[in-house]
C-alpha cells in the first residue's frame, strides 16, 4: 500500500519538510500521485530516504550523498575493481576516510573551544576574550580590553604571553590611568606620566623585544603600526594619548 509524504516521514522518523528538502536537493526522486494528486511513496522511496538519513547522522553532506550511495560504487567495491586486483580502494571508501578525517579535525577543534569555554567561566571572562587572557580579562578596563583584542590578532603568542604578564602586574598607577578624564589639567598629566615611566622601565627590562616590536609582529610592520596607531587614538581619550607621549618623552631623555 503507497504511503503519503506524512506517513513516509513518519515511517522514517523524520519531518515532512526534511523529505521536501530532499526532493528539492535531488537525492529523493519524486514519486508517482494518485488521481487526486497526492503522492504516493513505496518501499524503493523509504529505502532511499532511510539511507539518506544514515549518511547525514554519519556527517556526511548532502552535497555528497550521491557520490557516496551510487550502487555502482559499492559493486565495484566488492568486484575487485580497485580492489584487492590492483591493491587499491573504491571512491567510497576513500570518501569515507575523507570524511573520517574532516570529523577528526572537527572533534579536535570542538575539544578546544571546550577548554577554551571553561578558562572562559573560571576567569569570568567576557566570552571574545582572546586565549590566554581569560584569568584577566575580568580586572581590565573595556578600553584596555579593546586593545587586548587587536593585540591577539598582531602580535606572535610569545609576545602575546609577555603582555598578559604585564596585564598581570597593572597597579594603581594603571588604574589611574584608565580613569583619567579628557579635561585632565597638564599637572594631573605630568604627574601621571612620572608615575608611570618606571612602569615601562621595568616591562622594558622584563621583555626587551618592546624597545624594537617589528619581529614580533604577524603582520607587515606598516600595517601593523598603522592598526595600532588607529587603535591607540580610537580607544583612548586626549588626556590618555598625551599621558602616553609625555611617558615616551620622559623614557627618550633618561635613555643613555
Given amino acids: 500500500m503507497p504511503w503519503s509524504t506524512r506517513q513516509l516521514a513518519d515511517l522514517a522518523g523524520t519531518t515532512v519538510n526534511t523529505v521536501r528538502h530532499y526532493h528539492q536537493a535531488g537525492l529523493l526522486p519524486e514519486p508517482e500521485r494518485r488521481s487526486n494528486g497526492y503522492k504516493q511513496y513505496t518501499v524503493p522511496h523509504l529505502v532511499r ?8 547522522d554519519l556527517g556526511v553532506p548532502l552535497a555528497r550523498i550521491d557520490s557516496i550511495d551510487d550502487p555502482a560504487q559499492g559493486d565495484d567495491a ?10 587499491g580502494e573504491s571512491s567510497v571508501s576513500t570518501t569515507l576516510r575523507e570524511l573520517d578525517e574532516e570529523l577528526r579535525s572537527r572533534i579536535s577543534q570542538l575539544e578546544e573551544a571546550r577548554t577554551q569555554i571553561a578558562a572562559l567561566l573560571a576567569g569570568g571572562a567576557p566570552a571574545h576574550t582572546p586565549p590566554g587572557f581569560e584569568s584577566v ?4 578596563s573595556e578600553a584596555d580590553r579593546s586593545l587586548i583584542q587587536i593585540y591577539a590578532e598582531l602580535y606572535r603568542p610569545e609576545a602575546l604571553a609577555d603582555v598578559r604578564s604585564m596585564v598581570e602586574a597593572s597597579d594603581e598607577t594603571s588604574r589611574l590611568f ?19 615611566l618606571p612602569r615601562l622601565q621595568a616591562q622594558v627590562e622584563a621583555h626587551p623585544w618592546l624597545r624594537d616590536p617589528a619581529p614580533q609582529y604577524q603582520k607587515s610592520r606598516s600595517e601593523t603600526r ?11 581619550n586626549d588626556a590618555q594619548l598625551d599621558v602616553i607621549a609625555r611617558v615616551e618623552r620622559l623614557a627618550e631623555h633618561q635613555t643613555p
Fill in 49 to 56: 530516504l532511510l539511507r539518506i538519513r544514515r549518511l547525514v
Fill in 178 to 196: 584608565d580613569e583619567l578624564p579628557s579635561d585632565a589639567d597638564e599637572a594631573s598629566r605630568q604627574r601621571l606620566a612620572e608615575d608611570l
Fill in 226 to 236: 598603522n592598526a595600532l596607531r588607529d587603535a591607540l587614538h580610537e580607544i583612548y
Fill in 78 to 87: 566488492t568486484s575487485g575493481v580497485g580492489h584487492g586486483g590492483d591493491g
Fill in 137 to 140: 580579562s575580568a580586572g581590565m
